[in-house]
């Protein structure tokens, strides 16, 4: 753990566009480990407290780490909150215990501690594509499952770090702002009805609308087709024209949980940019879902309803969890 306080303005925003994952692209993959989330007496209560009242009165130091949200896109309610530690230098950390606060102003009592789990981001050898196999590619990303916000607007939000050496830290991060999106599809929403091109349609010829290398085989159906007939996960994402460094196995992760549950649920891969370029824009689908990010991962009821959406990166396990929305038993 770093002792010295770092809160230079660029490297925040590098780092948090590195989480963030705009649309501008995504990659990585990696040897992660999946750990489960501390218990809340690990981290100091918040007990009515102000922000600066806990910041005071937890004894924390300031850290020199960076802790980066992996979303833009916030609605009022529970919201899923995955995030990325880094150094200084954007070297990935892995080996922190982290709980999350959020404050919806100086005056407003806390919410917290919400400790996070660590969400591995590799699959099996044989779904690991060469887009996300690189070095320095993202191995893991911290997930807090539920964080509920009580109203739009911007938070203010602190991170508390514990090493290996048990000593506690604090850094602040960049504050979320609820409600911005209100025209991304939520749960319980149906979704636009978009067309997604199949291998059908390309003449087999995959690498026409799929920037994965070599291509995942998530391109059958066509969503607009199956759309109220059958469950469907719809994955948004760009393997091969990535800037960030979380998002590249999520297609990867994406295949190995489809080759569990086909023919059960329909997987659809949806390229980001037209003809997968970037020079020409977004692909009509995304713009479609207002999306504002990359990747993006919707559940989908064979009712044609969301049941959930998964924004940035995850691991096969949460997947794997968020299955259980869209199918039975």
């Known amino acids: 753990m770093r002792r010295?306080?770092?809160?230079?303005?660029?490297?925040?925003?590098?780092?948090?566009?590195?989480?963030?994952?705009?649309?501008?692209?995504?990659?990585?993959?990696?040897?992660?480990?999946?750990?489960?989330?501390?218990?809340?007496?690990?981290f100091p209560a918040a007990q009515g407290k102000t922000m600066s009242q806990l910041l005071h009165g937890s004894g924390a130091v300031p850290s020199e780490l960076v802790v980066a949200p992996a979303s833009q896109v916030f609605d009022t309610?529970?919201?899923?909150?995955?995030?990325?530690?880094?150094?200084?230098?954007?070297?990935?950390?892995?080996?922190?215990?982290?709980?999350?606060?959020f404050a919806k102003d100086g005056k407003s009592?806390?919410?917290?501690?919400?400790?996070?789990?660590?969400?591995?981001?590799?699959?099996?050898?044989?779904?690991?594509s060469q887009n996300g196999s690189g070095p320095g590619e993202a191995k893991s990303v911290y997930v807090v499952p539920k964080v509920d916000?009580?109203?739009?607007?911007?938070?203010?939000?602190?991170?508390?770090?514990?090493g290996p050496d048990g000593k506690l830290e604090a850094t602040r991060m960049p504050s979320?702002?609820?409600?911005?999106?209100?025209?991304?599809?939520?749960?319980?929403?149906?979704?636009?009805?978009?067309?997604?091109?199949?291998?059908?349609?390309?003449?087999?010829?995959?690498?026409?609308?799929?920037?994965?290398?070599?291509?995942?085989?998530?391109?059958?159906?066509?969503?607009?087709?199956?759309?109220?007939?059958?469950?469907?996960?719809?994955?948004?994402?760009?393997?091969?024209?990535?800037?960030?460094?979380?998002?590249?196995?999520?297609?990867?992760?994406?295949?190995?949980?489809?080759?569990?549950?086909e023919p059960r649920a329909d997987f659809i891969h949806q390229e980001i940019y037209v003809e997968n370029e970037i020079s020409k824009g977004l692909r009509p689908q995304l713009k479609a879902f207002h999306l504002p990010t990359e990747p993006w991962t919707y559940l989908i009821d064979a009712e044609g309803v969301i049941k959930d959406r998964l924004s940035g990166a995850y691991g096969v396990d949460e997947l794997e969890e968020a299955m259980a929305t869209i199918l039975p038993g």
């Open 149 to 162: 916000f009580p109203k739009d607007g911007s938070y203010l939000a602190v991170a508390m770090l514990k």
């Open 176 to 261: 979320p702002v609820v409600g911005q999106y209100p025209k991304v599809p939520v749960v319980g929403e149906r979704p636009p009805k978009i067309d997604t091109l199949t291998a059908a349609d390309v003449g087999n010829d995959l690498e026409k609308i799929d920037t994965r290398v070599p291509p995942d085989q998530m391109h059958k159906v066509n969503f607009a087709e199956v759309l109220g007939k059958k469950p469907i996960v719809l994955v948004f994402a760009t393997p091969a024209l990535c800037q960030s460094r979380v998002c590249g196995p999520v297609v990867d992760v994406a295949q190995q949980v489809a080759d569990k549950f």
């Open 109 to 128: 009592k806390v919410i917290g501690p919400l400790p996070a789990k660590l969400e591995t981001l590799q699959t099996k050898p044989a779904y690991r």
């Open 77 to 101: 309610g529970e919201e899923r909150y995955p995030f990325g530690v880094f150094t200084a230098g954007q070297e990935q950390v892995e080996d922190v215990e982290v709980a999350l606060y």
């Open 4 to 42: 010295r306080f770092s809160r230079r303005l660029a490297t925040v925003l590098a780092l948090a566009a590195l989480g963030a994952v705009v649309v501008a692209g995504c990659g990585g993959g990696g040897e992660g480990e999946t750990r489960p989330a501390p218990p809340p007496k690990d």
